[in-house]
């Protein structure tokens, strides 16, 4: 069973670096072809997709935000952590972890919700 | 705004089957038959419902499918039930440099 729970701060202030991680289980990150990634949500918006790391430590960004976002990954502890810097009110969303093992986010997180407020 | 279109809201009445439309360009869901859709509903993780434009994985029900003509892909639900009202998302794979867009969410009610 395929299981990602994601964790971090509930409140972050403007200006700076939210970090989260995502836990996962089920799968290997060591697996060629599989990929974690990270989508967003902000209240009553859609979804916007962030980032997605692969196996072989491939990295890949949303074009918008490529400046402000770091992912790396733990193959150890079977983490994936996303570093976005430079917080604003407007990134106030629920953050979702999912992995990617066909071409689809297969299974995902249950989400954290991150507000951003001084 | 959303790269991908989908309409806000649609509805129907239980039994009934509804159609939910994404359009995006030749740049994503016209060019690569990597399109999924994705079910949300309030305080659960989403669900992938299709993948690769009309393939379900395991455990989804029969009763979802989907299609693509150029730049616009589609998810059908037939057979309408109540659990069936949620959010839905689509997504496609957009070449290198973009990745992957979503579109603005299309809300199901069921009458």
């Known amino acids: 069973q395929i299981t990602l729970r994601e964790s971090g701060p509930t409140l972050v202030k403007p200006t700076q670096t939210l970090t989260l991680t995502c836990t996962f289980s089920?799968?290997?990150?060591?697996?060629?072809?599989?990929?974690v990634g990270w989508i967003r949500q902000p209240p009553g918006k859609a979804l916007e997709w962030l980032a997605l790391?692969?196996?072989?430590?491939?990295?890949r960004y949303s074009p918008s935000l490529k400046s402000r976002l770091t992912i790396t990954k733990d193959t150890s502890k079977n983490q994936v952590v996303l570093t976005m810097t430079n917080m604003d009110p407007v990134d106030t969303a629920t953050y979702y972890c999912?992995?990617?093992?066909?071409?689809?986010?297969?299974?995902w997180g249950q989400g954290t919700l991150v507000t951003v407020s001084s | 705004q959303s790269a991908l279109t989908q309409p806000a809201s649609v509805s129907g009445s239980p039994g009934q089957s509804i159609t939910i439309s994404c359009t995006g360009t030749s740049s994503d869901v016209g060019s690569y038959d990597l399109v999924s859709w994705y079910q949300l509903h309030p305080g659960k993780a989403p669900k992938l419902m299709i993948y690769e434009v009309s393939k379900r994985p395991s455990g989804v029900s029969y009763r979802f499918s989907g299609s693509k003509s150029g730049d616009t892909a589609s998810l059908t639900i037939s057979g309408l039930q109540a659990e069936d009202e949620a959010d839905y998302y689509c997504c496609s794979y957009a070449g290198s440099r973009t990745y992957v867009v979503f579109g603005g969410g299309t809300r199901l009610t069921v009458l």
């Open positions: 999912a992995n990617r093992l066909l071409v689809a986010f297969d299974c």
């Open positions: 089920g799968f290997s990150l060591n697996t060629s072809g599989v990929g």
């Open positions: 790391i692969y196996w072989n430590d491939d990295k």
